[in-house]
């Protein structure tokens, strides 16, 4: 028993020399004011709904003060000129929000968000600090979401204010990756190849500072190239363009984080998910193998697995990823002997869970 507690201990130092450091997202608690647009301060790194059509420019997001220095202030309002007027989405994003209406035409208008950052890390949950302020917020969807993905997505139209499509270019644009949640009705050329994704959304009020937390779903084992995160006020990225709005809803954020787990969602004995599996304990479990058994069946640990509403009341499932390589090590047992240790460390090497499965006859 001793050799395997120093077989074990050497492993989790292993796993601490080899994990990766510095897995947030940049500026999470929205300090870096360095940016500007209209003459109004603006975050460096993330980017509001701010438009600017025909000459004119209308600011969506605004520097506050936060929980903890600074927040970001995204509030939906009503904006227009020459008789053209709109309640326009107020949400900020590390990728880049956009618009566009073909000439005057206000039946026309369409808006998105495209991009993010170059991202290789696969986080269980995101959290963050909300106020949600407004007329309607009984009425109107705020929105929190990650997302992640790999390959390059390409679009050729989405769907306008009115129901129909527009024609206009885009590359890695949200709904052409998130397809089984708010998925592009219009023209998607090439999707993206979704890793993950967190989305909460809700009709509440916050008049006071609130944790909120997401789970992040997996729907592939791969390691994503890409993420983006958007924080929205209101009925965006559920609607297209400027569907469902409510001037004067608004939303602040602050302090963001992402949370790297270390616990078994589901572990899988020869294939087949054992129900019996307790994930958060890491005293000795038992399980129990056929009476005619020669070996402990493979084991395959899942997280990440669950499902979410999409934009039309249905059902999107997201299966999970297995966890391999660094993040977990498996040190066998012996049928009605020694149990067969599981270890496993978080990706940011913030924790460790140690599970000690005993298969007997």
Request: hydrophobic letters at 35%; proline letters at 4%; charged letters at 20%.
């Amino acid at each position: 028993m001793r050799k395997k507690v120093i077989t074990l201990t050497a492993l989790f130092m292993l796993f601490a020399a080899g994990t990766l450091q510095a897995q947030q997202l940049p500026d999470p608690h929205f300090e870096d004011w360095s940016a500007e647009f209209n003459k109004d301060k603006q975050l460096k790194d993330w980017h509001g709904s701010n438009v600017s059509q025909i000459g004119l420019k209308f600011t969506f997001m605004f520097q506050e003060a936060g929980r903890t220095g600074y927040c970001a202030y995204v509030q939906d309002k009503e904006v227009g000129a020459l008789g053209i007027t709109a309640v326009g989405p107020g949400y900020f994003s590390l990728g880049t929000p956009w618009q566009y209406m073909n000439g005057l035409s206000v039946k026309s208008a369409t808006a998105g968000t495209y991009g993010g950052i170059k991202w290789q890390h696969r986080p269980d949950t995101m959290t963050v600090w909300i106020k949600r302020l407004g007329p309607a917020t009984d009425q109107e969807d705020f929105h929190l979401l990650y997302y992640s993905w790999t390959g390059t997505a390409e679009g050729a139209s989405y769907k306008n204010k009115v129901g129909k499509c527009t024609e206009v270019a885009k590359i890695n644009e949200e709904s052409d990756i998130r397809i089984a949640t708010d998925g592009n009705e219009c023209s998607t050329v090439t999707a993206g190849k979704q890793v993950a994704e967190g989305w909460y959304r809700a009709r509440a009020k916050y008049d006071k500072w609130t944790k909120i937390k997401v789970p992040i779903y997996y729907k592939s084992n791969n390691t994503p190239t890409m993420c983006n995160v958007i924080f929205s006020a209101g009925n965006y990225p559920a609607f297209r363009a400027n569907d469902g709005l409510y001037d004067g809803n608004c939303l602040y954020v602050d302090d963001v984080e992402l949370i790297y787990a270390s616990t078994i969602q589901k572990l899988l004995i020869g294939g087949v998910e054992w129900k019996g599996f307790n994930p958060n304990t890491s005293a000795v479990q038992t399980y129990k193998l056929p009476e005619n058994a020669k070996e402990i069946p493979a084991i395959t640990a899942i997280r990440g697995a669950g499902s979410l509403k999409n934009i039309k009341g249905e059902t999107a499932k997201f299966a999970g990823r297995k966890l391999e390589g660094k993040e977990i090590s498996i040190i066998p047992g012996t049928i009605n002997g020694a149990p067969t240790i599981i270890a496993v460390e978080a990706e940011d090497g913030s924790s460790s869970h140690v599970y000690k499965i005993k298969f007997v006859k």
